[in-house]
């Protein structure tokens, strides 16, 4: 495809139910991003994937996140045991490099843990 | 404290104005200033992206960052009723190898016609 894209486009969930979400990088993209955008709040980092290094997890706001990028590619935001306060705009962006590329975004996957 | 402000807004400008749009930061480390665009329940698109300081032009949009001061700037000239979006201004220090960006809390803004 042109861009990154994220599926689905919206969740809703109840409260404690796991959810995964995801993400397809632009073809080539070796680095791919994770932000959450809640409301009122800027995109806030919560993971990193470069190549086969290992991921930089340093923003993930507690242990019930976790993602995954399977071969170089599709990466999936898992959040398990959902809270109210995880409801947010999860993005995806990928770049060509780990350098100073442009990031481009997807569309965000938006949830709602009622 | 926040590393970087941002204006919420929104802000709303009739066509045709000059729009001004800012943010402030904390962290003197920062070298790498961007804005984006974000349109409704669309993703960010990068729009300006400026290392250290100085002046930025593209188009109608200037770009302006002020390091002593610790404080950058977006303007918009002739602004179009398609400019109205939210505008989130971004962050990076150098050498950070992974770009994570610290983006401000974005302006909503609305040109009218």
């Known amino acids: 495809g042109a861009g990154v894209s994220q599926s689905p486009s919206n969740k809703v969930t109840e409260k404690g139910k796991d959810v995964e979400l995801r993400c397809d990088p632009i073809s080539g993209h070796t680095a791919l991003y994770w932000y959450r955008q809640s409301l009122g709040q800027g995109l806030e980092f919560l993971i990193y994937f470069q190549g086969n290094s290992a991921p930089d997890k340093s923003g993930l706001p507690s242990d019930r996140f976790s993602a995954e990028r399977t071969g170089g590619s599709v990466s999936t935001l898992t959040i398990q045991r959902t809270q109210q306060e995880d409801s947010a705009v999860y993005l995806c962006a990928s770049t060509k490099g780990p350098s100073t590329d442009t990031q481009y975004f997807g569309p965000g996957t938006r949830l709602t843990v009622l | 404290q926040k590393e970087v402000e941002q204006d919420p807004g929104p802000l709303s400008v009739p066509e045709g104005a000059i729009v001004s749009l800012n943010c402030t930061y904390s962290n003197s480390a920062f070298q790498y200033f961007m804005w984006y665009r974000q349109y409704s329940r669309k993703g960010p698109e990068l729009l300006m992206y400026t290392y250290s300081s100085g002046n930025k032009e593209d188009g109608r949009f200037t770009a302006q960052v002020d390091k002593s001061s610790k404080y950058i700037s977006l303007f918009i000239r002739d602004s179009q009723p398609s400019d109205s979006a939210t505008y989130l201004c971004?962050?990076?220090?150098?050498?950070?190898?992974?770009?994570?960006?610290?983006f401000g809390q974005g302006t909503r803004l609305t040109i009218n016609p």
């Open positions: 971004a962050m990076l220090p150098p050498d950070q190898g992974a770009q994570k960006l610290v």
